[in-house]
């Protein structure tokens, strides 16, 4: 078992092998103090056959392979086996008062650290007994030392001392080092689940939500923000915030150009505006700059009214090596959620406009179904005129604006969509026809008033169950000749259509 009783620090069959070590280390310390002393020949051979037989009984605790149950069964064995075998060769070597004693603060000492602290101790309990036992067959004469060999009680103290200051100070010392190797794995555990986590997130929200709540649960934190430069993000309140354009909070730079985390009591109003507004009740903050490839970017964390007093010792270095190790793994996944959704807009908007493109919109109306539904379709008018007399680029600036004014006068729920060259869709779910024109129209002097140079839009609408996308647009776009032909700069019901109307070339659209 681990120095704490945790088996996940060191298996068992490690611990059993690791106790081999320590046995063959007590015989040849034992060897050396039989060699080293005066050595009484009667003891020669119990010494060697008791060195011999122990180093025997040790392979063979080493090679059996059994169950777990079966193994700790024979490391507890073992560990008494160790005891008697000790005494013995104590007892052979001189008695308590012999230096051979210290083998028994050496065994306790080592066990402490291989098994764990309770087994120490018992095992500390059981040499004190035996010793003790040792001592007073000595003392009244049952063994050879006689009552005159003054090894009670004064030298049976300072046996027990010398083992018990050992096995207590190994154990006190071992449990400082498992404290910190416990911080450490669970550092690693939480890290690694945050980035388990972190790899299934496929949009920046999502990554700033991880982060943050990885902050408030591990630091624990009153309150934490994601803050990104020069991008689009979630309004205030939520986890991913952007800070607005101008220059940057003091604080945000110094930790930008440091690059390294930045403890501040509070914000300050004038250096720390936009952080002051926001976080006027912060007691303690922590700002840690994002790594470059996520862009310019932070997390912003307030340590909470009673976590005041850590700004001024500092934060622990294992918090702070965490928090930035999550920042790390955040940067990568905000940085992967960021290209991922680069991809997503290619794929469903219109690169030039940025409204929806017609992938889009095939899906959508592929999807609505049962429920009404309106659609128009917009074209500008002279749109060749304006790109033979302006150019082509003033044509997309155009474009660009005619998407823009759209958006901004259709609902909330409403789809606009570049349906094509100078052609636009706005489906509008839930909508009959007049609701559907009244958005048009709205829409139609949105587009003369906010294009330059200044150009007007012709507009066919339709509307019906969303049971059939084809026919809807079909007649949307018989409604959009229909308008052409009256004059353009207008919009038409397809439902006030007789079956034919006149059409006009694309050629004069």
Known sequence: MSPGGDPTFVPLSDRVRWTAVLRLLLVVT????????????????????????????????????????????????????????????????GGAEAPAAALFALHAAGTTLLTSFRTGVKVAGTHTVLVLCLVQAQATGILPGGPDAGVFPSNFTGFAALLWATTLGTATFAAVNERELRRRRHDTEVLHGLLVQLSGADDRERVASLLVRFVREELPAARAQVVLAGVDAAGPGTDLVAVPAGPLDAVLVRAEAEDRSVLVHRPHPREDP???????????????????????????????????????????????????????????????????????????????????????????????????????????????????????????EVLRAVAAAAVSAVREGDLVARYGGEEFAVLMPGTGTAEAQVVVER???????????????????????????????????????????????????????????????????
Not at 69 to 83: H, I
Not at 478 to 505: F, I, N
Request: glycine fraction near 12%; charge should be neutral.
């Open 274 to 396: 936009w952080l002051a507004r926001g976080w006027s009740a912060a007691r303690g903050m922590v700002v840690v700059p994002l790594p470059a490839v996520a862009g310019r970017g932070w997390l912003v964390v307030d340590l909470g009214d009673g976590r005041g007093s850590v700004l001024a010792r500092g934060l622990e270095r294992r918090a702070v090596r965490a928090l930035e190790q999550a920042v790390s793994h955040a940067a990568l996944a905000l940085s992967r959620a960021s290209a991922l959704e680069a991809l997503r807009r290619a794929a469903t908007l219109d690169g030039l406009t940025g409204v929806a493109n017609r992938r889009t919109l095939d899906e959508v109306l592929a999807r609505v179904d049962g429920e009404a539904l309106a659609v128009a379709l917009l074209d500008v008018d002279h749109f060749k005129a304006v790109n033979d007399r302006f150019g082509h680029q003033t044509g997309d």
């Open 443 to 509: 829409l139609r002097a949105a587009v003369a008033g906010g294009t330059t140079p200044r150009v007007t839009c012709s507009v066919g609408i339709a509307g019906g169950a969303a049971g059939d996308p084809a026919a809807l647009l079909a007649e949307a776009d018989r409604a959009l000749y229909a308008a052409k032909a009256a004059g353009r700069d207008r919009s038409v019901l397809a439902e006030q259509l007789g079956p034919r109307s006149a059409e006009v070339g694309a050629e004069d659209r």
């Open 30 to 93: 034992g060897t050396a103090l039989w060699w080293s002393g005066d050595r009484e020949p009667a003891h020669d051979r119990t010494l060697a056959a008791l060195g011999l037989g122990y180093l025997l009984v040790t392979a063979v605790l080493l090679l059996v392979r059994s169950g777990r149950s079966v193994t700790r069964a024979g490391l507890d064995a073992g560990l008494l086996l160790d005891s008697v075998v000790l005494i013995v060769a104590v007892h052979a070597l």
